[in-house]
């Protein structure tokens, strides 16, 4: 699919990603068959992003302790480009507990 650069909601929708701490990574040509993988460091942190067998794209951060398993990081193509998410508050998957809001005093 090819997007003209004058389009209003591809404009909308990058203005969107790298004001929300999305990054891009790639072209999703860079990974052509199932099981491709792609291997970038963004920060200095280590990222494999992976074509899996059901033609999802995902990425992980690669940890450097010893029996540290690859962790998950938010991943999403749009308009055939690739784009991670390392922010950890977008990979919390348990809710946090909820603030009051009742003052103190009261």
Do not use: K
């Amino acid at each position: 699919m090819t997007t003209p650069p004058d389009d209003r909601t591809f404009r909308r929708e990058m203005a969107t990603a790298y004001r929300s701490g999305w990054h891009f990574i790639d072209l999703l040509t860079a990974l052509p068959r199932r099981g491709d993988s792609l291997m970038v460091t963004l920060f200095g942190e280590p990222i494999v992003v992976v074509l899996e067998e059901d033609e999802d794209v995902r990425a992980y951060r690669c940890l450097r302790r010893p029996r540290g398993a690859p962790q998950p990081v938010r991943c999403a193509v749009r308009y055939g480009m690739i784009f991670v998410n390392l922010d950890q508050r977008d990979h919390e998957l348990v809710a946090s507990e909820p603030h009051s809001a009742t003052p103190r005093s009261a």
